[in-house]
């Protein structure tokens, strides 16, 4: 399956603007809990799949190396002598979303009340 592209239909976008698009991206399977890990720093598969357990459950071999596929395609991630790492665009990615982590934890909150 390609990565979804701006200017193509995507999930929840006809026109697939570019953050559809990259909402699309970012929501499949373990998408997030991949670029989540590699901030860090590189990984080797094994070390990327276990950090992607400890916090969120089983990821099977298969399912890891599509969703890498899938995020170097989209030049996010990148794949380095140390193992697998965010590029600079992918770090860029993260810095973003990285506020909006506390802000869930209050939306979550209030659902919850």
Request: aromatic fraction near 8%; avoid cysteine; glycine fraction near 12%.
């Given at each position: 399956m390609a990565i979804p592209k701006p200017g193509k239909?995507?999930?929840?976008?006809?026109?697939?603007?570019?953050?559809?698009?990259?909402?699309?991206?970012l929501g499949r399977r373990w998408a997030m809990g991949i670029v989540w890990n590699l901030y860090g720093g590189?990984?080797?598969?094994?070390?990327l799949q276990a950090a992607c357990e400890r916090k969120s459950g089983t990821i099977s071999?298969?399912?890891?190396?599509?969703?890498?596929k899938d995020?170097?395609?989209a030049q996010l991630v990148?794949?380095?002598?140390?193992?697998?790492?965010?590029?600079?665009?992918?770090?860029?990615?993260?810095v973003l979303l990285r506020?909006?982590?506390p802000w869930a934890e209050k939306?979550?909150?209030?659902?919850?009340?």
């Open positions: 239909p995507v999930r929840g976008s006809k026109s697939g603007t570019p953050l559809m698009a990259l909402f699309d991206l590189p990984l080797t598969f094994r070390d071999p298969s399912i890891l190396n599509g969703r890498l995020l170097q395609e990148e794949r380095t002598l140390d193992g697998y790492a965010l590029t600079k665009l992918g770090e860029e990615l993260f506020p909006l982590a939306w979550g909150k209030r659902l919850d009340g």
